[in-house]
């Protein structure tokens, strides 16, 4: 098996997604096309949709519309626009007090079912009114999956349950991205926690601004947020302008977690099949095993991928995180399958991030 690499951790003080896309032009550009082609139907699909959804981000009048613009026109080929609002990832996230006593960690299991797409992984420093962000990405999206910012929180989004329409899996999604088509002011949940990360003093004022039921969800969405207090951590509920907000000081241990469904018993939805592997598992069943798992590893020392299991690892798995804002310490994890090692994927890059 290959060495282990360094994740590249990419300064771009305030210049945003294009400062880190033009630090990695190459890098980004070798992502897009490993995206594209990790499914057959993708480079077709990637052509019909950056058309639509660059409209789309248009009506919104989007405020990250002229990044994705300026990176689409840089890397001369489709697909910047559509991979910068596709909505395809399962994950396993949970927040409790760090075992060591000082802070709270976040532990984020990021799936992906764009194959190949780990070894890209980079770290972006960003500088915002409130001190640096370091932002788990990719170059040329420009939105925010995982990040920290030190003194201040540490934040994941886990994508929501299906919501049902008129039933098959197939119709629902496609019905859904018409509907999506059909919003207005209505914005990405990765634009969101940006603009959370970028503006929000404190663990309090994070959860504020994801609480504002003003800003609606283009899709349903679950953030976790963990602070720099025992008792701050959270995992939102976010259905366009709804939001349920479960606190981690209501749980046993102060530990949070929280897969691909609903933590509220009462919403609809359908849990995401996307982390099902091998296993012959349901659903929801998968989840809760999941959800189960990422929580009990808060109970001692965190190593990373090595101490991770199926389901939580899976084929789909490209990023491994745990971040303690308190401390300004992140573990970076990128995964990817290596040929002739079986279908999960290996650690082929990893950053170890100690914000002085």
Known sequence: MADIAEIPLVEVGRGG?????????????????????????????????DRVSRRWLERQRNPYRDEIA??????????????????????????????????????????????????????????????????????????????????????????APRMPILGPRWLDEALSRVHLLSLSNAVPAAHLLRQVCEEAADYQSAVAMLMDRSRSLAMPALFCLSG????????????????????????????????????????????????????????????????EAICALQGGAFSGTRDLEAPVLNSHTVLVAAANAARGEMLVEALDPVPGHGPVPHVVARRIVQHQ
Not at 23 to 34: G, K
Not at 85 to 105: F, H, K, L, M, Q
Not at 123 to 151: C, D, E, I, K, S
Request: aromatic content about 6%.
């Open 70 to 159: 300026h990176i689409a026109q840089r890397l001369s080929r489709r697909g910047a626009y559509f991979l910068n609002i596709v909505y395809e990832w399962a994950c396993s996230t949970s927040a409790a007090p760090d075992p060591d006593g000082n802070g709270v960690r976040l532990i984020r299991v990021l799936d992906w079912g764009l194959t190949g797409i780990g070894r890209y992984v980079v770290v972006a420093r960003h500088q915002t009114t409130h001190g640096p962000l370091y932002n788990v990405t990719w170059p040329g999206f420009v939105g925010t999956l995982t990040a920290m910012a030190p003194g201040r929180f540490a934040a994941a989004i886990n994508q």
């Open 17 to 49: 997604a294009i400062a880190l896309f033009e630090a990695q032009a190459e890098r980004a550009a070798a992502l897009v096309d490993t995206a594209l082609s990790s499914h057959a139907l993708l480079p077709l699909a990637a052509r019909l949709a």
């Open 228 to 291: 720099v207090k025992p008792t701050e951590s959270c995992v939102i509920e976010a259905i366009a302008r709804e939001r349920r907000l479960h606190r981690g000081a209501d749980r046993d241990n102060l530990t949070i977690g929280v897969a691909n469904d609903w933590l509220s018993s009462d919403l609809k939805g359908a849990p995401r099949p996307h982390a099902l592997d091998w296993e012959r598992m349901a659903p929801r069943e998968n989840n809760r095993v999941r959800r």
